[in-house]
């Protein structure tokens, strides 16, 4: 019998649903967390904000992974977390993908392979052409040392004090004041318009120059292509889409708080800032950028000084911003103690909000003979239950790009979105090694193995 | 109601062409200007001067804003790749300039030495030398 896929159950496909369900809740409890502990250190908020956003690499990698999932999958099976659920004795997917004509695993697995797909492209390109693409797109022009020696002297000036290398300086001819960064490490280049250039003085213009080599300093490249990156990869979960503004708008104020400090009298900076959003509202008036060039500024692009006028603003607003600065809020790191309460809270919340879910499901959904603990895979099964979803226990060849790693027969067959997921895991692990350099973390804590 | 005429602050005699009444770049940059489709951009006056020599984006930059300050070129704001960016056009043409600038000098000769530059365009006319030749069209015209 040909069956009709239905569009309420693939949706409710445990990979897919889980992935979602489950990233909103740990948003949701880091949000309470951090409201009960009131941490106001923005490097370890933005650092717990990013969570929730690979809650879907953890739920594939427990899917996908062939050769850990074996033992895995006893260890998960006791705590029931996989929420796998058997009928007939075998895996559900297992027999999902039996039905004839069968699109059921379609749409998860489809998700899960554009979404990896995507974001392992993205991260490759953002790395090797991203550079290039803002310098065309703006069309920015290295300014030489001669042409400006001021700007190039106080550049140098604030990176000593910054510790990091000098960046080049780069000028747009746009007559908007604006800064921004392009590229990391010893290739950044912080771009200044022509606009600013006009419209600040000299100690203003430093200030913003303290606040561009802040996000240098912070290694905010990375940090914004690990967002890029993960938001491709749930592009289908409308949380990342919230959550990224809001983790650009804490490094935000993580760069103003570092960026003052570099400076003898930080207060130059929020007059700065005024400056800047009062042209920039005149200027503004003049023209809106288009939406390609907003995207891909968005991607591209680190730390846009003026304020987008979008609906989910990445940066903090201006009063913020200025109270912060006028009140020389020196934000203490969070302690140890505060970070483990807080990651603590979290872990209660976690768990208080999944079995609450759990049993809501299963009281509204109960389904007799199922294991799963969790609740979209009773939803799931209901629906696959309903006639025109019957699964038919007979063995049939599947697409071949997307065989699961525990078919009928047992073989391990090629498994792209493990492949895939594996691929992204290993880029994404490269670029947290250089961001956060285990061997200046060893040097300072040596492991002795034997005595010297 | 017509442009009023362009009036060169000073004029150099040992200057060539457009350098006798503008500064070096200033003359480059003027002469790039007209040469191109208006209106232009910094950027593509900046491309095409870098061919010749080095020279810095900021200088051009400067310079156009000089110009444009002087009344010979003239801009405006438009939207562009980089963003929101001015966009230059020649005022005047450069037959304009040049007749302009002549008129300016050659009023200011007889105003100030009245008899010598009749005497000397009466030599000029009367002359045989090469030097003579455009005084000698003039006459027959």
């Not at chain 1, 078919?407 to 290993?426: A, D, H, K, M």
Request: with cysteine; proline share 6%.
């Amino acid at each position: 019998m040909m069956v009709r896929p239905n569009p309420t159950f693939e949706l409710m496909q445990p990979l897919l649903f889980m992935s979602v369900v489950f990233s909103i809740f740990l948003a949701f409890s880091i949000h309470i967390a951090l409201k009960v502990i009131k941490v106001r250190d923005p490097k370890f908020i933005s650092v717990l904000y990013l969570m929730p956003m690979f809650v879907p690499i953890v739920i594939y990698t427990i899917s996908f992974q062939p050769f850990i999932l074996p033992p895995l999958g006893t260890l998960i099976s006791l705590a029931q977390i996989k929420g796998d659920i058997m009928y007939e004795g075998i895996f559900m997917e297992d027999a999902i993908l039996r039905i004839h004509g069968s699109q059921y695993l379609f749409m998860g697995v489809t998700f899960c392979l554009t979404g990896l797909t995507l974001g392992s492209i993205l991260l490759a390109f953002l790395y090797s052409f991203g550079s290039r693409i803002v310098f065309n797109l703006r069309e920015l022009v290295e300014l030489t040392p001669q042409e400006n020696p001021d700007l190039v002297a106080m550049t140098q000036r604030l990176a000593e004090r910054a510790g990091i290398a000098t960046p080049r300086i780069g000028i747009n001819e746009d007559l908007r004041p604006n800064a921004f960064i392009v590229g990391w490490g010893r290739k950044a280049m912080i771009v200044v318009t022509l606009g600013l250039l006009k419209t600040l003085d000299g100690d203003e213009l430093e200030a913003v120059l303290a606040h561009e080599m802040a996000h240098i300093k912070n290694q905010d490249f990375h940090f914004m292509a690990l967002i890029s990156s993960l938001k491709a990869i749930s592009f289908f979960n409308p949380l990342v889409y919230v959550l990224s503004p809001a983790i650009k708008k804490e490094r935000e104020l993580l760069a103003d708080d570092v960026g003052t400090k570099l400076l003898e009298r930080p207060e130059v900076f929020g007059r700065a800032l005024t400056k800047i959003w009062c042209a920039s509202k005149v200027m503004s008036a003049k023209s809106k950028p288009s939406f390609l060039r907003q995207w891909v500024s968005g991607i591209f692009i680190i730390s846009e000084l003026r304020n987008a006028r979008s609906f989910l603003l990445t940066h903090p607003s201006l009063e913020i911003r200025l109270t912060n600065i006028a009140e020389r809020k020196i934000r203490n790191r969070a302690s140890m103690g505060e970070m483990l309460r807080t990651i603590l809270i979290c872990g209660v919340v976690m768990s208080v909000v999944v079995c609450a879910f759990g049993l809501a499901i299963q009281a509204c959904f109960p389904v007799r003979g199922i294991s799963g603990p969790l609740g979209p895979e009773r939803i799931w099964y209901r629906s696959i239950n309903i006639p025109v979803n019957q699964p038919a226990f007979e063995p049939r060849p599947n697409h071949p790009y997307l065989t699961m790693a525990f078919n009928p027969q047992g073989r391990v067959s090629l498994n792209y979105p493990w492949i895939l997921n594996t691929i992204y895991i290993s880029i994404m692990l490269t670029i947290l090694l250089k961001i956060w350099r285990p061997s200046t973390v060893f040097s300072r804590h040596p492991i002795r193995l034997f005595n010297a | 109601m017509p442009e009023a005429d362009y009036a060169p602050s000073d004029y150099r005699a040992d200057g060539e062409q457009l350098e006798a009444i503008l500064g070096s770049l200033e003359a480059k940059v003027m002469g790039t200007v007209w040469g191109m489709r208006a209106p232009v951009r910094v950027r593509e006056v900046y491309e095409k001067l870098k061919r010749e020599k080095k020279i810095a984006y900021t200088t051009v930059m400067s310079t156009m804003n000089t110009l444009f300050e002087k009344g010979l070129l003239d801009r405006k704001i438009t939207k562009g790749r980089g963003g929101l960016l001015y966009v230059y056009w020649p005022k005047r043409t450069r037959q304009e300039v040049e007749r302009s600038t002549v008129k300016q000098v050659i009023d200011s000769l007889i105003r100030n030495f009245g008899d010598s530059v009749t005497a000397y365009l009466v030599e000029m006319t009367a002359s045989e030398g090469d030097k003579a030749k455009p005084f000698r069209r003039i006459k027959r015209q």
